[in-house]
C-alpha cells in the first residue's frame, strides 16, 4: 500500500520534466517554421506579381493603388508576344533548348565519368587533381571570361551555339556530386562485376550509373536551369541575332517596349515557363539527390 503514495510524485516530476524539454523544442520549430514561411513568401511573391501582371492591361499595371491580381484578365498580351513578326519565339526556344540539353548530356557523362574515377580508383597524384578540379570552384568567372573568349576566338567558336557547349563540357560541381554520390555504392559489388570479368565500361554503365539515378537528376536539372537562364556568356559569345537565346532576347524585347510593361511581363513568362515545369517536375529528385550526397566520405 505504501508504494503507490511513493511512485506517483517520481511519476509527477518525470511528466514534469518532459514537459519542460518539450516546450522550448516546439518554440524553437514554430520559429523555424516562421523564417521559411517569410523566406518562401518573399521568393514567391514576385513571380506570382509577374504572372499576374501577364494578364493585365498596361492601365491596369499603371493605377494607383495597383492591385495585386487582374481585375478584368485579359490572354491579349500572350497573344501579341507569340504573334510579334519581331519576335520569333521558336527559334528562340530551339536556340536555348540546343544549349542547354546539349550541356545536360555532355555534364551527365563527364561528370558521372570522373566522378565514377575519383571515387572508385587510386592513382599517383588523384588527391592533388581532386584539389585542383575544387579550386575551380573558388574561382570567379570575371577571371575566366577574357581567357575563355580568347580560346573560341582561335577554335572559330564564335557565333556558334557550340561557344556555349564546349566551355562546358566539364562541370567542376558535378564532378565533385558524382565522387560524393558514388561513394556510397559499396566497392563488394563492384569487385563481384570484375571477378565475373565484367570490364570497367560495363561496371560503369550497367551498375554504377543505375544506381546513382537522383544524382543524375537533381545536376541534369541544376544544369538544365543554369543553362537556360544564362545571361552574361552568351551576351558575349553570340552577337548575330538569330543565335541568341531567350534571357538575351527578353532583354532586347524589353528595351524595345519600354511602355508596354504588360508585353514583358507576357515574355518573361514565357521565357521562365520551361524551367518552372522542369522543377516542379523534378524537384523530389533534387532533394534526394542532394540529402544522399554526404552520407559517407
Known sequence: MTSVPQALPQ?????????????????????????????AF????????????????VAEIRQVPPSFFPVNPTLDNYTTVLNDPDLPLPLFYRNS?????????????????F??????????GKRVLFVFLLAQLMIPFQVTMIP????????????????????????????????QFMKTVPDEILDAARADGASEWRIYLQIVLPQIGPALATLGVLTFMFNWNAYLWPLIVLTEQNLRTLPI?????????????????????????????????????????????????
Request: no cysteine; glycine share 8%; hydrophobic share 55%.
Open 249 to 297: 532576347i527578353l532583354t532586347w524585347y524589353t528595351n524595345a517596349h519600354t511602355n508596354q510593361i504588360h508585353l514583358s511581363m507576357a515574355a518573361s513568362v514565357l521565357v521562365m515557363m520551361p524551367v518552372l515545369v522542369v522543377f516542379v517536375l523534378m524537384q523530389r529528385w533534387i532533394v534526394q539527390g542532394i540529402a544522399l550526397t554526404g552520407i559517407k566520405g
Open 148 to 179: 575563355g573568349y580568347l580560346i573560341l576566338v582561335k577554335l572559330g567558336l564564335l557565333n556558334n551555339l557550340l561557344g556555349l557547349i564546349v566551355p562546358s563540357a566539364i562541370n567542376p560541381f558535378g564532378i565533385f556530386l558524382m565522387r
Open 115 to 124: 566522378g565514377y574515377i575519383f571515387s572508385k580508383f587510386e592513382f599517383p
Open 97 to 113: 533548348a540546343i544549349v542547354a540539353l546539349m550541356n545536360v548530356f555532355t555534364n551527365l557523362f563527364t561528370s558521372s565519368l
Open 11 to 39: 511519476q509527477h516530476v518525470v511528466v514534469e520534466g518532459q514537459q519542460k524539454r518539450t516546450r522550448p523544442w516546439r518554440g524553437r520549430m514554430i520559429l523555424i517554421y516562421l523564417v521559411l514561411i517569410t523566406g
Open 42 to 57: 518573399l521568393t514567391v511573391v514576385p513571380f506570382v506579381f509577374t504572372l499576374s501582371s501577364s494578364f493585365k492591361s
